[in-house]
């Protein structure tokens, strides 16, 4: 029986009157019954008493889920909905079902560590300076963004350079990520071995930085789930750049209507709201814009949950909306802390308004 | 899986129809399929327990213009097949269930606020806009829709209309209907309606209200016009534990005879009280009574000051029971899942209006015919000078009966009793599938010219058949 630990979630969800999808970012981006919370979890309690298969079509169904976990903001039973989902979709994946949209980012990971490609040669040219540091801390970069342009490294390093960074190491690889997409695409025994292979890497050093809040959350959260245990101190970039800033005298007082974006893994994930904040406040001099929907209540982006590979689509409308909601605040530009939420608000593209993530923004504007 | 194999009603050319008219906003996927084969219609919801799903669509549509409709329409009184319209399927009464196949018309990508009339306070939105962001969206202008139902997040305006709906605060705002002022719909036939913004008028029959709670049997309503409130500048609350229901029912008549307009008004019997109040800690036994008012100070002000008359029979408990009720109004809907869970158990609520006169025996009867069977609570709210909503909530265990069964006797003791005492069997949840024998009892010959006129309106039966005992 799959997802069979997650007997409660099912049956509450599927006996629910839906009290959560008018905040489910794949329910509102599509208008599909079936995307809803209560859709994929009666789906699922009808797969487990028979009523209906496990086929590709299900597991479709299961993958239409971003993990942003707003649904639980406005659950009165706190159900998770999307450790369900990760559950139904692992069970898929064991039974030979494994979405076509998703089979190049397993290959990617088998033979390049991460779900994009042949990016170490690039990186490791781009960064060699940093590598050769004997460091005590690593800073893993975005691989979204790696991936997407290798030029934003140069924002990173820009920006450890100007605060004096000590003791900091760029992550040498060979994998570029924590293996998120692994686990949100159900691959759970690649996942496993990945973050064997990222833990042995990572040995040693006393604190590792990452810059995608998604990876953060992997290995703290869904490491552990699977047996591997990190011995360094785990902290998002935010957190970092927050204890650095804290410290220095800032010159940079810009003034300008910068609109902060909550990255659901971030914040309803890891609980942080206040770093990126301060960081903005401390730079810009006036505290950041908010939208209507904020800090635990932000709402997606559309790229997490593996949802920008399985239905790249829909990922791009909830980006949209999420855009057309920022406008309402007339902001001059958008900050984000995770630069993956921030590639994907770039990309709906629908809007004059520029997305930054956090390191971008701040090489901007401490020069 | 076997209801979502079965024969379909829509045979290969309208399949191909259907994909030329909606494209990639058609979806004959057995997932998508299953999802839409119920409502929250609490006997659709013991099947799926059981692991079954009874018919299912044969396809789903996102419309996105009237036009979408009208070629819709159009398609299936050549072909002769099932719409049913669908805004986010919260019916309870199994209204939004396609018992006969065919197509679901669902409404949410029609779901724009279209504008504000902030002079005559009056908001047209689309049909498919969601309750809570409809809200959200004129509070942002300063403005309330002044519809509450406890399904605020998980229901839309075209489902409101279509159901002719109440919201918790309808005592001062009105019922749906109240709110209405004008409508855009698509007949059967495939003409397309738009009656006047007025804010009465003598021209005829109102057809506003015919569509209103016609539960998509006569039309697909689009669009709305609709009434808006200025956002409140206040609300305060009272309340009060009284000894018995009828002493509690007399303080509201009482209120309501004078002329006060309570946003909130409900009256807990025993059972009630006693659930409400353990969630707020208080060791309270009796009827507790919440009165809330909103709106200008100084109005709030004497209207508080003239309920505070009616309610000398009971014992004032203050502000705090209102104000506890207002931040958990919505929160009676979760419990649902905790009671489903048990696979024994069963639970539904019915909705009945009454005139002063009969609503003490209403209640009695259903508690009779409903003793010893399942647990009834019950608290009356939706006041009007001539009367009251009862609204009772069963849970039961079903023993060694097969739940669907249980349950269905449950509604034909509780449906019995409303329709011998002299009530009316429902107030706003509609009648759907769950109250259609009833409707005919209740309407008698009026039943009869209904069906006549339907038949007249919609020859073909495509829009939601087999509803409020239609054929």
């Known amino acids: ?367 | 899986m076997s209801s979502v194999a079965s024969l379909p009603v829509i045979g290969q050319p309208v399949r191909e129809a259907l994909g030329v008219l909606f494209g990639e906003h058609v979806s004959f996927r057995k997932t998508d399929r299953l999802a839409y084969h119920r409502d929250l219609m609490p006997g659709s919801l013991l099947t799926v327990r059981e692991g079954e799903a009874s018919t299912c669509p044969d396809a789903i549509v996102w419309p996105q213009t009237v036009q979408d409709i009208v070629a819709l329409l159009a398609l299936a009184n050549e072909h002769k097949f099932p719409i049913v319209p669908y805004g986010a399927g919260s019916s309870v009464v199994g209204a939004a269930i396609p018992i006969r196949g065919g197509v679901i018309c669902d409404l949410k990508r029609k779901a724009r606020l279209v504008r504000m009339d902030e002079k005559s306070l009056l908001y047209t939105a689309e049909a498919g806009i969601l309750g809570e962001d409809l809200e959200r969206k004129l509070n942002a202008a300063g403005f309330t829709c002044g519809h509450f139902p406890s399904s605020m997040y998980c229901s839309t305006l075209g489902g409101w209309l279509a159901m002719r709906s109440a919201g918790q605060m309808s005592t001062r705002y009105g019922k749906i209907e109240d709110l209405v002022v004008s409508l855009e719909a698509v007949l059967p036939s495939g003409q397309v309606i738009q009656t006047r913004n007025a804010p009465r008028s003598a021209t005829g029959p109102d057809i506003d209200q015919l569509l209103v709670g016609s539960e998509g049997t006569l039309g697909v309503i689009t669009r709305a016009t609709l009434r808006m409130f200025p956002l409140p500048e206040t609300r305060r609350f009272a309340s009060a534990v009284f000894a018995t229901v009828e002493q509690g029912l007399e303080a509201v008549r009482s209120i309501m005879r004078i002329g006060c307009r309570p946003a909130v008004v409900r009256l807990y019997d025993e059972v009630d009280t006693a659930l409400a109040l353990s969630s707020l800690g208080l060791d309270v036994t009796g009827n507790l009574l919440i009165l809330g008012y909103e709106g200008r100070e100084r109005i709030v002000s004497s209207e508080l000051a003239a309920s505070h008359e009616a309610l000398a029979d009971g014992r004032d408990l203050g502000e705090e029971p209102g104000k506890w009720w207002f931040e958990h109004r919505y929160k009676i809907s979760y419990k649902q899942s905790i009671i489903l869970a048990n696979d024994r158990m069963v639970l539904d609520t019915l909705e009945v209006a009454a005139t002063w006169t009969r609503v003490l025996d209403v209640y009695a009867a259903v508690k009779k015919a409903l003793e010893g069977y399942v647990t009834v609570l019950a608290h009356f709210s939706h006041a009007y000078p001539e009367g009251i909503n009862i609204y009772f909530s069963f849970v039961g265990h079903a023993g060694e009966t097969r739940p669907v069964e249980f349950h269905q006797e449950m509604w034909r003791r509780a449906l019995g009793a409303v329709a011998e005492s002299g009530g009316s069997i429902s107030h706003h949840h509609g009648i759907g599938l769950l109250k259609a024998p009833w409707l005919k009892r209740e309407l008698g010959g009026l039943h009869e010219a209904f069906v006549a006129f339907k038949a007249e309106l919609d020859p073909n039966n495509i829009l939601n058949p087999g509803k409020m005992g239609l054929p």
């Open chain 1, 1 to 367: 029986v799959i997802a069979e630990e997650f007997k409660r979630e099912t049956e509450y969800c599927t006996f629910c009157p839906k009290m959560c999808r008018f905040v489910c970012p794949t329910a509102i981006a599509e208008n599909r019954e079936t995307v809803t919370p209560t859709g994929r979890q009666t789906l699922l309690y009808l797969i487990q008493r028979g009523g209906a298969e496990l086929d590709s079509e299900a597991a479709a169904v299961f993958h239409q889920c971003t993990g942003c976990g707003l649904c639980t903001e406005y659950c009165d039973h706190d159900i998770e909905v999307y450790p369900v989902m990760l559950s139904a979709r692992a069970a898929a994946v064991k039974e030979g079902i494994v979405l076509p949209q998703t089979r190049h980012v397993l290959d990617n990971y088998l033979q390049y560590g991460n779900p994009y490609g042949n990016l170490l040669p690039a990186y490791l040219n781009k960064v060699g300076q940093r590598l050769l540091r004997e460091a005590q801390i690593f800073y893993v970069p975005d691989v979204t963004a790696v991936a997407r342009n290798q030029a934003s490294l140069d924002a990173t390093l820009r920006v450890l350079e100007k605060l004096g960074a000590e003791n900091v190491a760029l992550w040498p690889g060979p994998m570029l990520c924590s293996g998120y997409n692994l686990h949100a695409l159900g691959f759970e025994d690649e996942f496993r071995a990945h973050a064997v292979a990222f833990a042995e890497v990572a040995a040693g050093a006393r604190t590792l930085v990452f810059a995608s809040p998604h990876d953060a959350l992997t290995v703290t959260q869904h490491y552990p789930e699977h047996g591997v245990k990190l011995d360094s101190r785990v902290i998002t970039e935010s957190e970092w750049l927050d204890e650095m800033i804290g410290k220095r005298q800032i010159a940079s007082q810009t003034q300008r209507r910068v609109l902060y974006h909550d990255p659901c893994a971030q914040g309803r994930g890891l609980g942080q709201y206040e770093a990126p904040r301060r960081i903005i406040t401390r730079i810009n001099g006036v505290a950041p814009l908010e939208f209507s929907w904020n800090r635990n209540e932000s709402k997606c982006c559309g790229w997490g949950g593996g949802y920008a590979f399985t239905v790249p689509e829909s990922a791009k409308v909830i980006a949209r909306q999420r855009i057309e909601e920022a406008v309402e605040e007339t902001p001059d530009e958008i900050v984000t802390a995770s630069p993956s939420c921030a590639g994907q608000l770039q990309a709906a593209g629908s809007s004059s308004v520029p997305v930054y993530d956090l390191m971008s923004w701040l090489a901007m504007r401490l020069s």
